[in-house]
């Protein structure tokens, strides 16, 4: 038995995507690792691998690069697997029906199996698997089980976590979250060409040391590891408006498991430097427990995590212990959920109708305390207007003016993620838009696609569409692309090009 499951590389409207880092050699995946460690421990006999989006070349840093692999490369690497999963995010779902369709074209026997966020909304399942005969399943939610029955033959209908066709019509199995304490420790080592990346992020390599020489000493955390899944804010208080996540009941693994997974992939590969991908993984339990943990772990002390934060949860009364957790932990560096200084659009993106005082109040006590921060921010999102505008580019330069820093590791706001607000198919955002004759109506027109049918949207339409009929903003799409140049060249003022990011624009 022959397994791959893949990353496949962007799609090509998306090629110009840029992950909130620098410099650096995009890692293999660990998401689909974790799911191949489990396979492999049900099939030790069978040759299971992984195949992520890009390959390195060159072994110092001045030619150190990757490229991203292409969808025939990967087709190749896959001719002789008996199952393929891919997994797909909403900028590589394109990619992933591509391989599909000529993986079919080899050996209609394959079984091609889809999954990860970019397909786990029921909508998008249903959508894939009417139109793309190539994909056989579609895997929701967690992988584990649902890779392990497929492989063992199991008929779908007992398989957990899978969408699945019976006479051409669309079923939906069991839904069943994996306990995130059975997880096997999981590595890279069996991630096609993984030693040429790994080189960049071993600490013990010469590579590493100068790559971040080059980089002004820039910590970079891009290898995914996760201590619990779902979103308590989701959960409390629903999902924002933009969210695609669907995880509204969270779970966490036992911190010292966690901690022997960081000190597995240390041993295994040097990796001291790491992205913990839980939803929001700076809330007062989570840092308290991994703080406990780590006191009795035995392990190096320069591990260093990058981490998401969400802003409303540093609360007055929380806030002083939380950033003393952080630094216990190892998070040096948080991805801070801002997205608008507007409490108004805030709350219409159904978050805390937090704003510029409050914002400005923890990036300050997160700047002194040495923890640096990434900006995200999103242009266009329901209830902007020219007043919004025009506050959030007047908070923006003074947030920078007090904060910005041109070199990581001294707490300060080290990079601002600008990205065009997208109605991502399966968020509220979307589902809202999606109900709205008059929107499906204009989608039509500029698209000649039925909103409903289309898997992967225009979303500068739908963000267009929104404006007219469902979230008036009163800025023209015009407005909107000329304020986000506007906060670009604001940036520029404090930082290096290099420490600007997000999806492009487009009005
Ligand atoms: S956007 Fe982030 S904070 Fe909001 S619901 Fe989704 S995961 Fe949670």
Known sequence: MKAKLVFPPPSKKYGGITWGTEDLVNPPQSGIEVLAAVARQRFPDADISCISD??????????YAFSYRTVDDVVESCADADVVGVSVWFHNLESGLELAWKLKEIDLGKRVVLG?????????ARLVLEQHPAVDYIARGDGEETIVGILRGFSPQQI??????????????????????????????????????????????????????????????????????????????????????QRTTTQS?????FWGQIGHLYSTHGITEYFLCDDIAATLPKLRALSE??????????????????????????????????????????????????????SKSHKRAYGYPEIADLIGSL?????????????????????????????????????????????????????????????????????DREVQEFYLKKTGMPLQKDIDPDYTTLREASAIYVEPMGVS???????????????????????????????
């Open 367 to 435: 700047t002194e305390n040495k923890v640096d921060v990434f900006l995200p921010l999103i242009v266009g999102m329901p209830g902007e207007s020219e007043e919004t505008l025009r506050y959030n580019a007047d908070c923006l330069d003074r947030i920078l003016d007090r904060h910005a820093k041109k070199t990581y590791g001294e707490g300060g706001i080290v990079r601002v993620d600008l990205s065009g607000g997208m109605p991502l198919r399966g968020t509220p955002w979307y589902n809202n838009l999606a109900r």
């Open 54 to 63: 890009s390959v390195a070349s060159g072994m110092s840093a001045e030619d």
């Open 116 to 124: 990860s966020y970019g397909v786990s909304n029921p909508l998008i």
């Open 293 to 346: 943990a780590r006191k009795k772990a035995s392990l190096p002390d320069n591990l260093q995590f990058r981490a998401y934060g969400y802003a409303p949860y540093f609360t007055p009364e929380d806030s002083t212990e939380m950033i003393r957790l952080l630094h216990e932990v190892g998070i040096i560096n948080l991805f801070l959920g801002i997205e608008n200084f507007s409490p108004e659009v805030n």
């Open 253 to 257: 693994m036992l911190a010292e498991r």
């Open 160 to 245: 957990p976590n899978l969408f699945y066709r019976v006479d051409g019509k669309v079923m939906m199995g069991p839904s069943r979250p994996f306990n995130l304490n059975r997880r096997p420790r999981w590595d890279f080592t069996h991630t096609q060409n993984y030693a040429a990346i790994m080189e960049g992020y071993d600490s013990r390599t010469r590579l590493f040391g100068e790559l971040r020489k080059g980089s002004g000493g820039s910590f970079i955390g891009r290898i995914g590891v996760q201590f619990t899944t779902g979103c308590e804010k989701a959960e409390q208080e629903g999902p924002c408006a933009y969210c695609t996540s």
């Open 477 to 507: 799409p015009q407005r909107l692309n000329d304020h986000f140049n506007e906060l670009s060249k604001i940036c520029l003022r404090y930082l290096r090009p290099q420490q600007i990011g997000g999806f492009d624009f487009q009005p």
